[in-house]
């Protein structure tokens, strides 16, 4: 595909960055940032979040993981961070606390997962008990998240720049859509199937600002 599009000069939206050809063809532009940016955005908020000596837990055997272990501790040294552990789980372990022990001896107190939100929860909560409560940080949210006092204070960051900030990265965004009114009303479904009608990009009358968030648990 990505020959055929170079050679009509045809850009491409859609799907993830987590795929290859979508970080190595330039007409084809991935939904969400590439994976360089999003590893760039693990060390980032490590940095925001304060932790100076940093590592990764990835999992066993996903070929989505196997290689960000390398650009991430690139991109951790660039931003003056430490990198002092590298470490992978299987999501089927009966506990991790090999793994919470490797890392704290190390010193790390910043970790970046690339687990699945299914994982992280278990994963904090054995290194708690071993005593070894790290700045965690993760790009894959699910409310379920906020359930888990082991997270509490967790580090997390969007792969997306959201549509309607006002910030110049996204000013000839905006521009193209004000002209082409790239917008329509639809229907707001409630309980009963009744509601307002809602209208598709629509910009707040107060943009949001950009920022790293913080996980924090419900009381």
Known sequence: MGAV????????????????????TVHLFPTDTT???NLYGYDAALKA???????????????ACSGIVAPLKGYALQLGLQWEYSGGISSTAPNYTAECLAAKEAG?????????YQVAP????????????????????????????SL???????LSLPYFLNVPQLKNFHTAMAKLRAWEDLPERGPAGRGAPIRCWR????PQQLRVTRLRRMP
């Open 122 to 149: 278990r994963l904090a909560a054995d290194c708690a008990q071993q005593g070894y409560h790290p700045l965690w940080i993760f790009p894959q949210s699910d409310p379920s998240l906020l359930k888990a006092p």
């Open 203 to 206: 910009r707040p009358s107060r």
């Open 35 to 37: 994976i360089f940016t």
């Open 108 to 116: 790390v107190n910043g970790i970046a997962l690339a687990v699945g």
């Open 5 to 24: 599009v170079a050679s009509h000069t045809i850009a491409v939206l859609g799907a993830g960055p987590y795929q290859p050809i979508w970080n190595s």
């Open 152 to 158: 509490n204070g967790a580090y997390g960051f969007d």
């Open 49 to 63: 979040g304060g932790a100076n000596q940093s590592g990764s837990v990835i999992l066993h055997g996903s070929a």
